[in-house]
């Protein structure tokens, strides 16, 4: 079975992996990306997640529905956190299950990449010493901008959230 | 003859424009890269919006050449970070 939603409450990861896994699968795999309390050198205290809803849960699906095809079978589930998170909070959960395990990694490192790159939701750190900012992202591809670009320092980007190196 | 569409802004554009929303009229047969064009000659502070955004119509990811209907949610979509 395919899963993908965007919410507000807390994850809960053994949920998530309890979605997917049969008899016929010898591998099931679960990762969890958390928020941690440093970027760049500074320290970080939380993190605030926006998403637009409407859209991303359907990108989401679309994600999941791929990585199956890749898999060869339905056990796939992803969940996206939004609103603010503390650090060690879990902000996405990405479980799959197949029969063997190359299949897994496959297809669980590509759902994450893929959120990446294309999934409309956006962050926000909230620093240490009290100020925060967007983090800067990536481009979707196939879209106005070029594909998977990174925005980071751009000048034709004015309201892009620059500073160096990536999450 | 003109087409009435529905645009969101978020994240960075949401903070740039101060609105998340902005129903907005144009005349002919705009296409999303007419509607750019149109916000970002209303100067400031809406030529701080990239030349060429990630535009989202009706949820799906569009090209500037796509056509616009009237009713059709446009949806500016800033570099994304989930994950």
Sequence with gaps: MIRASVQTEPIRPEAVLGHVGSDEDGAALLFLGVVRNHADGRSVRGMHYDAYEAMAEAVLREIATEASERLGTDHVSVVHRTGDLDVGEVSVAVAVSSPHRAEAYEASRYVIEEIKKRLPVWKREHYAEGDDAWVEGTVPPGTGGAPGRSTGGRDDEPVTATRGGRP | ?83
């Design chain 2, 1 to 83: 003859m003109s087409v009435s569409v529905r645009t969101l802004f978020f994240a960075a554009y949401r903070d740039l424009l101060g609105t998340s929303e902005l129903d907005i009229a144009l005349e002919g047969q705009p296409t999303v890269g007419d509607l750019v064009r149109s916000l970002r000659a209303r100067g400031v502070p809406f030529d701080g919006l990239p030349e060429h955004p990630a535009v989202a119509v009706n949820h799906a990811y569009a090209d500037a050449s796509e056509r616009l209907s009237s009713g059709d949610e446009v949806a500016f979509i800033p570099p994304v970070a989930g994950g």
